[in-house]
Nanobody
Framework: QVQLVESGGASVQAGGSLRLSCVAS????????MTWYRQAPGKQRDLVAT???????IYADSVKGRFTISRDGAKNTIYLQMNSLKPEDTATYYC????????WGQGTQVTVFT
């Protein structure tokens, strides 16, 4: 069973930046499309960004131009660089596969205040 551990969340002022990390317990990144999701209180979990095995990426419209997803296969880690943060980015952020999800990790909390 793959275990996912997210980190890097914090409270940050609007306009600031954060870099989230997600480490997976197994050597899976070479073959798997990996995704960052987020869930705000009282809302469903939504896709934020995906990186495919080819290196191609897709982003939710709300984060395009501000967030960048990347991966380091040697470290079994994916990253989410978040710039120009807005209060509406406040959520718990999770990583997982794009399809055929594994069990969810604990997530990492991002709070953006004005």
């Amino acid at each position: 069973q793959v275990q996912l551990v997210e980190s890097g969340g914090a409270s940050v002022q609007a306009g600031g930046s954060l870099r989230l990390s997600c480490v997976a317990s197994g050597s899976i990144f070479s073959f798997d499309a990996m995704t960052w999701y987020r869930q705000a209180p009282g809302k469903q979990r939504d896709l934020v960004a995906t990186i495919f095995s080819t290196g191609g990426t897709i982003y939710a419209d709300s984060v395009k131009g501000r967030f960048t997803i990347s991966r380091d296969g040697a470290k079994n880690t994916i990253y989410l660089q978040m710039n120009s943060l807005k209060p509406e980015d406040t959520a718990t952020y999770y990583c997982n596969r794009f399809t055929n999800l594994w069990s969810w990790g604990q997530g990492t909390q991002v709070t953006v205040f004005t």
